[in-house]
C-alpha cells in the first residue's frame, strides 16, 4: 500500500550500467586507486506513513516501526552502549522477530557534519543495503566461533538493524526505507567495502519507477525502524534499501537529525 501524504526528495542511485568502485575506508596501498561514485540523482516520492505505522511489517514489507521506552546512553560512553545499551535491543528484535538468539555487534551514531575522526558518523547519503549473499554468511563466520557459525549458518537468519532518533524528533534529514517488495534482481549492483584489516561487501542500488519508499514525519526519540539488510530465507523480504534524504518539510531552523542504528543478528531454530 502507499498512503496519501508524500513529499518529493532527490535521492542518490547508482548511475544506470555502472558497477560500482571499492568504497574506500581505510587508506589506499600503494598503486591502488581510489575512484569516486558517479550518482544517478532521482526526485522520487517519499511516502509518510504517519499514522499507518502499524500497517507495515518486517515479514510483509522487510520494515517495522516499534514503540521503546528507552534511551540510548552518550555516544562517548562505549561501555554503557555495548553493555546495556545492546543488550536492551537485542531483547527487543528477539521479541519482536520471535527469534531463538540474537546478537548485537556493532552501532553508530549519526549527526550532519560529523567528522571522521569522531565517534560519530555523517548520515549515509545514498541508497545501500548493507549485506550481500556473500558477505552476511562471512560476517556470522567472522563474528562466531567455527562450530557455532556453521551451526547457525545450517537454519534461517536475518540481519535486522535497529534505528531511532535520539535527543528530539528527526525533522530534518530522515531515513527513508523502500519497500522490499518493489524491488527487483536487476536493480542490485555489488559494491566492495574496504575495511582496516578486512573486506567486505554491500549493494547499491539502480532506480527503478516501480520502487515503493516510505519514511516516519517527525520520527519521535521513543520509536524506532526495525529494518532488514538480509535474511537468508528467500521466501521473505531479504533487503530493505535506506537512505537519509532532505524532508522539504522541515521547517526553517530545525535541530539537524542525530540517530543511533545498532546491528544485529537474528537466529531461528
Not at 114 to 136: C, L, Q, W
Not at 208 to 235: I, R, V
Amino acid at each position: 500500500m502507499s498512503t496519501d501524504r508524500y513529499v518529493v526528495s532527490t535521492i542518490k542511485y547508482l548511475t544506470p550500467g555502472d558497477e560500482p568502485p571499492a568504497m574506500m575506508l581505510r587508506e589506499p596501498l600503494p598503486g591502488e586507486e581510489k575512484k569516486k561514485f558517479t550518482w544517478d540523482q532521482r526526485q522520487v516520492r517519499v511516502h509518510d506513513i504517519r499514522g499507518h505505522e502499524k500497517e507495515f511489517s518486517l515479514e510483509s514489507d522487510g520494515f517495522e516501526v516499534i514503540d521503546i521506552d528507552f534511551d540510548a546512553p552518550p555516544q562517548e560512553d562505549r561501555e554503557a552502549v555495548e553493555g546495556a545499551f545492546y543488550s536492551t535491543v537485542r531483547d527487543r528484535v528477539k521479541a519482536e522477530l520471535g527469534a531463538s538468539h540474537v546478537i548485537a555487534f556493532d552501532h553508530n551514531y549519526r549527526v550532519p557534519g560529523a567528522r571522521y575522526d569522531t565517534v560519530a558518523s555523517k548520515p549515509a547519503y545514498f541508497i545501500h543495503a548493507d549485506y550481500t549473499d556473500k558477505s552476511a554468511p562471512q560476517r556470522v563466520r567472522d563474528l562466531l566461533p567455527e562450530d557455532e557459525a556453521e551451526r547457525r549458518l545450517a537454519k534461517r537468519y536475518a540481519f535486522i538493524n535497529f534505528w531511532a532518533p535520539i535527543k528530539h524528533p528527526a525533522e530534518d534529514l530522515p531515513l527513508g526505507v523502500c519497500r522490499a517488495a518493489s524491488l527487483d534482481p536487476q536493480d542490485f549492483a555489488l559494491c566492495k567495502m574496504l575495511w582496516p584489516g578486512r573486506d567486505g561487501e554491500i549493494y547499491m542500488f539502480h532506480h527503478n519507477p516501480n520502487h515503493e519508499w516510505f519514511y516516519l514525519s517527525g520520527m519521535e526519540p521513543s520509536q524506532a525502524y526495525l529494518f532488514k539488510c538480509f535474511d537468508s530465507d528467500e521466501g521473505r523480504p531479504r533487503y530493505v534499501p535506506h537512505t537519509a534524504f532532505e524532508d522539504p518539510n522541515a521547517q526553517p531552523g530545525a535541530k539537524p537529525r542525530e540517530s543511533v542504528e545498532v546491528r544485529t543478528i537474528a537466529f531461528f531454530d
